[in-house]
């Protein structure tokens, strides 16, 4: 990281900004092919030339304003367009530089375009999609605003993909050397009754060198994904054992079990004595921030935590662990990308609206709120509590809370491989409930803020 700062004037703040170091390498690169003599016709024919009309898939150009003309409503064709209006006229008049158009972006987005190109011919990825078993989508998205979609993308929603930097897959990446999984984020009162509608999110960043020119994002189908993983994983075919896949954060990216109710779910909120003793063993770290600036609703509301069922376990020994882990590392992300992927592909390179309380008095703003039928808002404290990977790599444990004594074993370790690079993953090994033994309450632990009354009472 490059750190740079500078004082503002007139006051006693300062202005600092963090960058990172493929940052600060990609411009110069980018910058260096305008010292091409046919750079104009280079780039001409790499955005509209003839293999272009061969070419699988969508472009889309990031909306941002690159040229004259050019704002956050533009189309991709019309982004397109501009540039190379411009590269017509650089090179009708022998121009080595941008006149109009921005003179660092726009290089930049034409290098992009030079490598995801390459990057596509090398590893031959049209091929993906010759048949029914290739991943549903596959993206390549640049840091300067280019992104290609394999097969294809609906026009209709080009503007949901546009810009790259919106792309929660592409930031994550940019910062995690390895592949990087994500689901949909569900809140609690979210469910998915089928995998139809869940999709999983495989991506990883392009490395060349010191420079990140893309992100490759791959999208399956939540059976998909789900169908690779536990076939693999030949251990978590046992019923007497539940298999969960938590991401860095916390998050239920897949599990064994026939159901897809808490995918995408804080693994706390239906597991939480076990996310509480893997935070105890330091797999997971907790942080705890306060919003001081939170807005609430003025009712006070009343959730019921209700009752989760906790059981003696099936199996008395769990298997070898160590096997487990060892082989679902290696076979699960191996299978994953060398099958559906290629062998060499990664070798490469509740809104609310405040009531305005200045213009009620306090009177007023009850009657108001009571017309209306819905509660005002007010000024609170919130307490977020944040999840990330801890120092600690693989544990194991029980948790036994039950009245009548049932335990249940569980053994966690990250999928982290020699052959491979390192997942945002953990695999946890649980028993499995019993129906028929025993009930007790479950604690919840929740990731989502909550209103602190307490700490905000005592500052009142």
């Given amino acids: 990281m490059t750190y740079s700062y500078?004082?503002?004037?007139?006051?006693s703040f300062s202005m600092a900004i963090v960058q990172p170091k493929f940052d600060l390498y990609e411009f110069q690169v980018a910058n260096s092919i305008l010292s091409d003599n046919d750079f104009a016709s280079t780039y001409i024919e790499l955005v509209g030339g003839k293999d272009e009309e061969k070419r699988i898939g969508t472009d889309v150009y990031a909306n941002w304003e690159l040229c004259p003309g050019l704002s956050s409503t533009s189309t991709s064709e019309e982004v397109l367009q501009e540039i190379k209006q411009e590269l017509e006229e650089m090179k009708s008049n022998s121009l080595q530089e941008f006149k109009k158009?921005?003179?660092?972006?726009?290089?930049?987005?034409?290098?992009?375009?030079?490598v995801v190109k390459e990057f596509e011919k090398d590893n031959n990825i049209g091929c993906l999609f010759d048949d029914d078993d290739g991943p549903k989508?596959?993206?390549?998205?640049s840091k300067c605003g280019y992104t290609h979609i394999y097969p294809s993308w609906d026009e209709d929603d080009i503007a949901s993909v546009q810009d790259p930097w919106e792309q929660t897959y592409y930031q994550r990446s940019l910062y995690f050397d390895g592949f990087v999984f994500a689901v949909p984020y569900k809140k609690d009162d979210h469910r998915y009754e089928s995998g139809d509608d869940l999709e999983v999110t495989i991506s990883m960043a392009i490395r060349v060198r010191e420079v990140i020119p893309a992100v490759m994002s791959v999208i399956l189908t939540y059976d998909q994904f789900a169908t690779i993983w536990t076939n693999n994983v030949e251990s978590c075919i046992n019923s007497s054992i539940i298999c969960y896949l938590i991401d860095d954060g916390g998050f239920l990216i897949s599990t064994s079990a026939d159901?897809?109710?808490?995918?995408?779910?804080?693994?706390?909120?239906?597991?939480?004595?076990i996310m509480s003793a893997l935070t105890d063993k330091g797999v997971y770290?907790?942080?705890?921030?306060?919003?001081?600036?939170?807005?609430?609703?003025?009712?006070?509301?009343?959730?019921s935590f209700g009752i989760k069922s906790f059981y003696v376990p099936t199996i008395a020994d769990f298997l070898n662990f160590n096997y487990v882990v060892t082989a679902a590392s290696w076979s699960f992300v191996k299978q994953l990308f060398y099958q559906i992927l290629s062998g060499d592909i990664l070798s490469v390179f509740s809104q609310t609206t405040e009531l305005p309380y200045d213009l009620y008095t306090t009177e007023e703003m009850v009657e108001t709120v009571e017309e209306s039928g819905k509660p005002g808002n007010?000024?609170?404290?919130k307490l977020q509590k944040l999840w990330h990977f801890g120092r600690v790599a693989s544990a194991e444990g029980n948790v036994s809370?039950?009245?009548q004594g049932g335990i249940r074993q569980w053994k966690a370790a990250r999928l982290n491989t020699d052959d491979l690079n390192a997942t945002n993953m953990l695999l946890v090994i649980v028993d499995a409930p019993d129906n028929s033994t025993t009930t007790c309450t479950s604690k919840v632990l929740r990731q989502e803020p909550q209103q602190d009354y307490i700490l905000y009472i005592a500052i009142k």
């Fill in 259 to 273: 159901t897809t109710i808490d995918v995408g779910r804080f693994f706390g909120m239906f597991e939480g004595d």
């Fill in 378 to 381: 007010e000024s609170c404290i």
């Fill in 285 to 303: 770290d907790k942080e705890e921030l306060y919003d001081f600036q939170a807005s609430c609703e003025s009712v006070d509301s009343i959730e």
């Fill in 137 to 141: 989508y596959l993206m390549i998205a």
């Fill in 6 to 11: 500078t004082n503002i004037n007139a006051t």
């Fill in 101 to 114: 158009c921005d003179p660092i972006m726009v290089p930049c987005l034409l290098f992009d375009i030079k």
């Fill in 401 to 403: 809370d039950c009245i």
